[in-house]
């Protein structure tokens, strides 16, 4: 019976801490987040919070239900987190996030 009360009192302890561990987990990570201040489909360029970045041809656009969808999506003012790479033509997404309208930017950001 000791056992016992010693194995539940164990889980009730590690219970929490190993959902908080989880739900850091499953936290997006960008390497900018900001909203989208300008969108030149023509010219393939996107504008998020004040930074120039290109739009690679092969950039995924997730929404918030975790799907992809068309970058037709996007819209001016939308937060969003991204990833990108580097080349000589300057920096390009390869993935976006379209974030909720409360979300915190910053929190989101790679340190």
Do not use: W
């Amino acid at each position: 019976m000791r056992t016992l009360k010693t194995l539940i009192a164990v889980c009730l302890i590690a219970l929490p801490m190993l959902s908080s561990a989880a739900d850091t987990a499953r936290e997006p990570r960008f390497e900018f987040a900001g909203t989208v201040d300008r969108i030149d489909t023509d010219n393939n360029v996107i504008i998020i919070g004040d930074m120039l970045f290109r739009i690679s041809p092969s950039m995924t656009v997730i929404d918030t239900r975790q799907r992809p969808v068309d970058r037709k999506k996007l819209k001016l003012g939308m937060k969003v987190g991204i990833n990108t790479y580097q080349s000589e033509a300057g920096r390009y997404v390869h993935e976006m996030q379209i974030l909720p309208s409360n979300a915190n930017l910053e929190e989101l950001m790679d340190d």
